[in-house]
């Protein structure tokens, strides 16, 4: 199944740790910290996780299959 997510929704800049949002990653920033729980990112890996938990948290739930 392929599922949508909000082309808005800032599964890069959403720190996966601590869900702080990071307002100063640019599109050429490939790794980052986050400012409040020191966690190093790789961008990608990092959206990916975001976009996992959304689906778990949004999909699965609204669905009653969590």
Do not use: M, Q
């Amino acid at each position: 199944a392929l599922y949508k997510v909000d082309r808005y929704f800032p599964s890069s800049k959403l720190c996966s740790s601590c869900h702080i949002k990071n307002t100063t990653l640019r599109l050429s920033d490939t790794r980052w910290t986050c400012s409040s729980c020191n966690t190093l990112h790789d961008r990608d890996i990092n959206a990916s996780l975001n976009l996992k938990a959304y689906y778990y948290k949004e999909i699965k739930t609204k669905a009653g299959t969590a």
